[in-house]
Nanobody
Framework: QVQLVESGGGFVQPGGSLRLACAASGLTSAHHAIGWFRQAPGKEREGVSC????????YYTRSVKGRFTISRDTARNTIYLQMDKLKPEDTAVYSC??????????????????????????WGQGAQVTVSS
């Protein structure tokens, strides 16, 4: 059973930084990619940044490229999202997710897994990020 728990959200002023963490347990070789997703009220969920668990390749949506960095601490089974130069439009609930059927970082980011896909797909509960002055 996969469990994903996000932490590190909060309030920050424009231009500030936050680091989100996704503590993962139960991942196996059947899981090939994991990603960070966000959803603001009235907007569709979008893939922000995703990581291949097979070769470490990454994907970033255009709006965050150059500002966000995804990484993995293998020893602690934790996926991080370092967010720098935050903008008000980054305000959203950020969640991490994985799904066995999504093989590449690109695919899982551009086609977010459905909310109910156990035992193949799993979502964390989400962390609120608010960027405001």
């Amino acid at each position: 059973q996969v469990q994903l728990v996000e932490s590190g959200g909060g309030f920050v002023q424009p231009g500030g930084s936050l680091r989100l963490a996704c503590a993962a347990s139960g991942l196996t070789s059947a899981h090939h990619a994991i990603g960070w997703f966000r959803q603001a009220p009235g907007k569709e969920r979008e893939g922000v940044s995703c990581l291949s668990l097979d070769d470490g390749s990454t994907y970033y949506t255009r709006s965050v490229k150059g500002r966000f960095t995804i990484s993995r601490d293998t020893a602690r089974n934790t996926i991080y999202l370092q967010m720098d130069k935050l903008k008000p439009e980054d305000t959203a609930v950020y969640s991490c997710a994985t799904h066995e059927l999504y093989v590449t970082a690109h695919d899982i980011c551009v086609m977010p897994p459905p909310p109910s896909s156990e035992p193949y797909g799993f979502w964390g509960q989400g962390a609120q990020v608010t960027v405001s002055s």
